[in-house]
């Protein structure tokens, strides 16, 4: 990947973290940007878009550029804020041959106290041949993450990916770092694409069965989309994601 200056506060040092890993790279942005509390609730909604934004827009709590650079020119970078009704809104992203980004929530919290999280996607196009095992083929249309204490160095992050093929729910070190893991819970295999699916996930006991200890420190999470490697193009839809603490 080839880093591209987007954003003047943090260009300088995301542009060298390019080919790092999403956990690095929202590690490295989170490292320049001062993180609030988790709201005192038991269910907190993360989607809470109540109007529809103009694509690549930042909306409230939710960031891109300062979370991730966009590597290359890429024919298709794209994420857009979607609200249609009260009961309907979703994050749409897109990324084309050269595009590697992730949209996060500025908004730090410990695993231990919010250590459920749920949500909904619907994957309509993965990248062609992507494989998280494979390091020059590397590329996943959905990746639900967490990153543990964000920095430069010290960070640890787990994501949870929808897949072309793959062993589920089963621990993947990342082949570009080996702080990032990854656990496979969808692929187009099995599941096939262009409808919602519901998920939902123990962080602490993912991250305990992936690191082999307790989160030390608090955590932010994030969506990531790739195609640059394979030089396809990805298309996800996210809705309904909750952090709770029971």
């Not at 690095?24 to 809470?48: E, F, K, S």
């Not at 430069?152 to 793959?166: A, H, K, R, V």
């Amino acid at each position: 990947m080839k880093g591209e200056k987007i954003f003047v506060k943090s260009a300088s040092v995301l542009r060298g973290l390019a080919g790092c890993g999403v956990g690095m790279v929202l590690g490295a942005a989170l490292l320049l940007n001062t993180i609030p509390a988790a709201w005192a609730q038991d269910a907190l909604r993360l989607d809470d878009f109540d109007k529809t934004i103009k694509p690549n827009s930042t909306y409230g709590k939710w960031n891109s550029k300062k979370f991730s650079p966009v590597f290359g020119s890429g024919d298709t970078y794209f994420f857009q804020f979607v609200h249609k009704s009260a009961d309907e809104h979703y994050l749409h992203m897109k990324s084309g041959k050269n595009n590697s980004f992730t949209v996060g929530i500025e908004d730090e919290f410990e695993v231990k106290d919010w250590p459920i999280l749920e949500w909904e996607w619907k994957i309509d196009k993965l990248p062609a041949r992507g494989d998280v095992r494979v390091k020059e083929r590397d590329d996943q249309a959905g990746a639900m993450c967490f990153i543990v204490n964000p920095g430069l160095t010290g960070f640890q992050s787990l994501c949870y990916i929808y897949e072309n093929d793959g062993p589920k729910d089963t621990p993947i070190t990342s082949t570009k770092n080996e702080d990032a893991r990854y656990l496979i819970l969808r692929t187009g295999k099995e599941d096939g694409t262009g409808k919602w699916l519901k998920e939902k996930r123990n962080m602490l006991e993912d991250f305990k069965k992936v690191f082999g200890s307790e989160p030390k420190k608090k955590a932010v999470i994030g969506v990531q989309i790739d195609s640059d490697s394979v030089q396809d193009k990805s298309e996800a839809f996210y809705r309904n994601i909750f952090r709770k603490k029971s």
